[in-house]
């Protein structure tokens, strides 16, 4: 029954604190500091109609700018691109440094979406090669998405089979986080509560995305910028938080340790934020219809579709069990 193993779940939570401590915060100009973050101008590997650039070509061309208090991420929504080039500019950060056990908050104002779009915010191993040590995709979604899917990908041996009941508000759409199934799908989770992805998400004025790792599991939490339940040490990014479903509530989306093994599938991340366009998942074919025409001809040729393709950004914060 799904009672007791609830409140089995939540007494075992409740019992040990888990208080974490804040050991780094970026907040607007933090982003473009090449000693913390490495914009990363790499082919894409999801095959996207993409040119990453670098920072300076991203500051030149106004797809990236930071004040004090706000860092924004752009696609390019002014220039045509000639089918030569290898796509439609736009930005791909990582932080130089790499978390392992860790809580991370990201206060978010505004997503990339529309057609064609696919960006993502996510974790991945540093020292790799993928998919060792895993890869943690905390927000992602294509076109008209407004629904966040959470989802890992692993080795093998690593599975959610035993989800479907679980703790979570969200739905299970995949199971099998080992990379070698399903054309490399992972372990999903389609988020139930509404404005978490997309149109709603920024109309509603963006809202908080946390995501905890550890010894018992991968959680993910969303709010809402509206919510009234969104914990005050989250929304103030007070010095010490504790990632506990007992105080924070149920997890949108819950990862358990029962048929993966957390050690052996996960190794110190990297952060990442991107935004490309078409692609493997936006540009495959039942994916992109009800988008208009041709994905990677879209992207070409229509420059002002990209207005709401954009990152703002109004802090992250990473807190680990020790200082
Ligand atoms: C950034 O990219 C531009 C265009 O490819 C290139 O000319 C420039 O040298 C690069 N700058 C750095 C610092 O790598
Ligand atoms: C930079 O891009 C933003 C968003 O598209 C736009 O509002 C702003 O006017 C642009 N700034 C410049 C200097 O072009
Ligand atoms: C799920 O993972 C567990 C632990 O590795 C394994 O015993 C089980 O056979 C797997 N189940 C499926 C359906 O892959
Ligand atoms: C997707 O969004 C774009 C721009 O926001 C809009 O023009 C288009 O009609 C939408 N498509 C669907 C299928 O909702």
Redesign the pocket.
């Known amino acids: 029954m799904f009672a007791p193993i609830f409140f089995l779940c939540l007494s075992t939570l409740a019992v040990a604190s888990n208080l974490h401590f804040l050991r780094d915060t970026y907040i607007g100009h933090d982003f473009l500091d090449t000693s913390r973050w490495e914009w990363e101008t790499l082919d894409d590997s999801t095959h996207g109609r993409v040119n990453y650039v670098n920072q300076s070509t991203a500051i030149a061309l106004n797809l990236t700018e930071a004040d004090d208090r706000t860092f924004f991420m752009r696609g390019d929504n002014v220039r045509m691109v000639s089918p030569a080039e290898r796509g439609r500019n736009s930005v791909r950060i990582s932080s130089f440094a790499a978390y392992s056990d860790s809580v991370i908050v990201l206060d978010l104002l505004h997503m990339p ?3 064609a779009t696919w960006p993502a915010f996510w974790t991945l191993s540093k020292a790799g090669p993928w998919p060792r040590g895993g890869e943690i995709d905390i927000i992602e979604g294509v ?2 998405n407004t629904n966040n899917l959470a989802s890992l990908h692993t080795t093998e041996n690593c599975n959610m089979t035993q989800m479907r009941d679980h703790w979570q508000s969200g739905t299970t759409v995949s199971t099998q986080c080992d990379t070698k199934y399903n054309f490399n799908q992972g372990c999903g989770v389609s988020f139930s509560k509404p404005k978490s992805y997309g ?1 709603p998400f920024n109309s509603n004025g963006g809202g908080w995305y946390v995501m905890s790792r550890g010894s018992y599991g991968i959680f993910v939490w969303f709010w809402p910028r509206d919510s009234y339940s969104v914990p005050i040490e989250i929304s103030r990014g007070f010095s010490a938080i504790d990632p506990n479903p007992f105080l924070w509530g149920q997890p949108d989306a819950a990862f358990p340790t029962d048929n993966c093994d957390y050690q052996s599938h996960f190794d110190p991340h990297r952060i990442v934020f991107d935004l490309t366009f078409c692609g493997d998942w936006a540009g495959s074919d039942p994916v992109y219809s ?3 025409g041709n994905c990677v001809d879209f992207v070409n040729n229509n420059p002002s ?1 990209f207005r ?1 393709a954009y990152w703002k950004i109004s802090s992250l914060r990473v807190y680990t069990p020790v200082l």
């Open positions: 979406t529309g057609c076109n008209n149109e009800g988008c208009p579709a709401e």
